[in-house]
């Protein structure tokens, strides 16, 4: 299974054939490949719900913070969620823009965040963001639009330095606070598969390898 994700991965990327492959030919003799599912980018980073996707991954240093475990011995491992989700694409059409940018917590066309003030509770910026003691904790997201046109959705891929992080927007998402306030995008895509994984570090490896 971690070979899969990781083709998969790699596959959807960097040039998708030339790595999938090869990576699928070495983990053939200890692993079957269970799914097999290309990604792609769209437009100006786009999921298919047309929203650019990944505005506020963490980026430099402070990247490397968010995906990497800091010390021990996972020290530069990382922990991966993925997850397809395929959108229910004429319940989502049927919103007006301004509707859909509740939805999200930004604007469609320019990307802007909507201030705090207005966002509704059930946005997914709002829902998703995950803070410990007013201290916001970032994941780095690396979502693939796939599919076709007649069924197309989003591969989650989310990478954190611990994998509460994952867990925690992902129940936030999906848990309705006292007002009744889950995340409203969770009406307009539908989730088909998904794991968690660790990736350990290199160093990691060839110690097992000897
Ligand atoms: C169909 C699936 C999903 C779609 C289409 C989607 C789309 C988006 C979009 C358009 C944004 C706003 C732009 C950005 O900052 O990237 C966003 C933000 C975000 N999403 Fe998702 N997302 C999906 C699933 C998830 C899942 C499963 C998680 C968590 C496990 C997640 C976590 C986040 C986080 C943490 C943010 C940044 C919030 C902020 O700080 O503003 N998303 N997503």
Request: negative net charge; hydrophobic residues 45%; contains cysteine.
């Amino acid at each position: 299974m971690l070979a899969c994700a990781l083709a998969a991965l790699v596959a959807c990327t960097v040039s998708l054939l030339a790595t999938a492959v090869p990576i699928a030919r070495l983990f053939a003799p200890i692993a079957d490949c269970v799914e097999d599912q290309r990604g792609f980018k769209y437009l100006d980073d786009r999921d298919l719900i047309n929203f650019v996707d990944g505005t506020e991954n963490p980026r430099g240093t402070e990247r490397v913070a968010a995906v990497l475990v800091p010390s021990g011995t996972y020290a530069g491992g990382t922990h991966l969620l993925i997850q397809t989700y395929l959108d229910r694409q004429a319940e989502w059409n049927a919103l007006t823009i301004e509707d859909q940018e509740g939805v999200i917590g930004r604007t469609k066309f320019d990307d802007i965040e909507i201030p705090d003030a207005e966002k509704k509770p059930f946005a997914h910026n709002v829902k998703s963001k995950v803070e410990i003691d007013g201290t916001e904790i970032k994941m780095f997201r690396q979502n693939r639009a796939i599919g076709t046109a007649k069924e197309h959705g989003t591969m989650f891929v989310g990478f954190a330095a611990e994998a509460s992080t994952l867990t925690t927007s992902l129940r936030q998402m999906i848990t309705a606070d006292a007002d009744g306030n889950y995340d409203h995008l969770l009406d307009f895509v539908t989730a088909t598969t998904g794991a968690m994984y660790f990736v350990p570090p290199q160093a990691f490896l060839d110690a097992m390898t000897g």
